[in-house]
């Protein structure tokens, strides 16, 4: 059973200044809440505000109308980007986050839980972007996170490593359960690893839906609803099956 939310959005409104200084309202009634023990995806298509989203509840992104309480905690973060520092090798990025006062990290199971076993001596510029998005998942877990928040994270992967690397998040919350808020354009893969969607849309984007995943067990179920997603939701057709 899920206990009280850890995390409290309202945005009201978001707007972004455009190139000849005009305001733009890019989000509108944007409301959710959500507990340790979820995974909650941000469904929406490329470039419809899912990333200031996030940006807005890590307290990145300050400029907006409306509030994130989010309860005390260690957050784990994968950006789009995956942001290694270029001179050092990859188990000394995955170190650079250890909280203080914490044992040193398991380089080896970390590489191995993101399926990268033998790279941990090598530099950023000797990783594929596909491996360096997986040291940046790995780098979001070595602070065993209360929230992990993931941007994308299987842009660019193959679709069956992303099945694999999503059962790997699925297992972690099952193991230790923590809330996970990620984003994604795909409906196959938010309902692989999701047990609830945010369905963002709209001109000003807004939140249109918020549905519940059904158990992974029940397959008729869980294809009953991405059939009924696509023929709800225009932008997800090209999303696979």
């Given at each position: 059973m899920l206990g009280a939310a850890m995390l409290k959005v309202q945005i009201r409104s978001k707007t972004f200044r455009g190139p000849r200084g005009l305001p733009r309202q890019i989000l509108r009634d944007v409301t959710f809440s959500a507990s340790k023990g979820e995974i909650v995806a941000l469904l929406?298509?490329?470039?419809?505000?899912?990333?200031?989203?996030?940006?807005?509840?890590?307290?990145?992104?300050?400029?907006?109308?409306?509030?994130?309480?989010?309860?005390?905690?260690?957050?784990?973060?994968?950006?789009?980007?995956?942001?290694?520092?270029?001179?050092?090798?990859?188990?000394?990025?995955?170190?650079?986050?250890?909280?203080?006062?914490?044992?040193?990290?398991?380089?080896?199971?970390?590489?191995?839980?993101?399926?990268?076993?033998?790279?941990?001596?090598?530099?950023?510029?000797?990783?594929?972007?596909?491996?360096?998005?997986?040291?940046?998942?790995?780098?979001?877990?070595v602070t065993d996170p209360d929230m992990l928040v993931l941007d994308e994270p299987f842009a660019s992967l193959d679709p069956n490593l992303a099945a694999a690397l999503g059962g790997r998040i699925v297992d972690r919350v099952r193991r230790r359960p923590m809330l996970v808020l990620l984003s994604t354009h795909d409906a196959a893969q938010a309902l692989a690893m999701a047990s609830r969607l945010l369905v963002i849309a709209n001109e000003p984007a807004t939140l249109v839906a918020d549905i519940p995943v059904p158990q992974r067990d029940d397959a008729v179920a869980i294809r009953r609803l991405h059939h009924d997603l696509l023929a709800r939701f225009s932008f997800l057709g090209n999303s696979g099956c």
């Open positions: 929406g298509p490329s470039g419809i505000g899912k990333s200031t989203i996030l940006r807005i509840v890590l307290g990145l992104e300050r400029d907006f109308e409306g509030s994130v309480s989010l309860a005390t905690g260690r957050i784990g973060v994968m950006f789009q980007e995956p942001r290694l520092l270029p001179w050092m090798p990859v188990e000394d990025n995955l170190r650079l986050v250890q909280p203080e006062g914490a044992p040193p990290p398991d380089i080896a199971g970390l590489l191995d839980e993101v399926l990268l076993p033998s790279v941990r001596a090598l530099l950023p510029s000797a990783l594929s972007l596909g491996m360096a998005r997986r040291v940046a998942l790995a780098r979001a877990f």
